[in-house]
């Protein structure tokens, strides 16, 4: 999602309930989330969103605004993994709620095992910074709330 990205189109299409599958979203530079923040305030007819499937990209920029995601949830979202042994590195879809229930903060993510050299594959990120757009999530209790890194 860049400066010639037209969202404008998109937001008078949609109403009542909306999951918007973010896969896709591989790039978003300033003008992009520019775009895409007026497209989330324009939907006056949705009742309720949640995005799915978020790429690392759409994380990055909604844990750095939580205008990005609205008054809405992230439900899934691709976390960067990495082996150190075979420098494999990969995506795995994590489940929000999963990480919502942690006791702690940053939330534990779970290692693998590397699928080409069955090593051990652990997140590739700063769990405080890539996490931050959980502590926006509407479900988690502002008392339980950690403070964004």
């Known amino acids: 999602i860049r400066e010639h990205t037209d969202l404008s189109r998109l937001g008078p299409r949609l109403s ?15 003008s992009g989330v520019r775009h895409w923040v007026n497209l989330i305030r324009s939907l006056r007819d949705v009742t309720d969103g949640s995005f799915g499937r978020c790429s690392g990209a759409f994380v990055t920029q909604a844990s750095m605004g939580p205008e990005v995601v609205g008054p809405w949830r992230i439900e899934s ?13 990969e995506e795995r879809l994590m489940q929000t709620a999963v990480l919502l229930d942690a006791e702690r903060w940053p939330p534990a993510l779970p290692t693998f095992a590397c699928p080409r050299c069955r090593g051990t594959l652990e997140f590739d990120d ?3 910074r890539f996490l931050a757009f959980l502590t926006h ?5 502002a008392a339980d709330a950690p403070a964004p890194a």
């Open 16 to 30: 009542g309930r909306v999951e918007f599958d973010l896969a896709w979203v591989r790039y978003l530079n300033s």
């Open 77 to 89: 979202f691709h976390a960067p993994y990495a082996c150190e042994h075979c420098d494999l590195e």
């Open 126 to 128: 700063v769990p405080q």
């Open 137 to 141: 999530d509407p479900r988690l209790r």
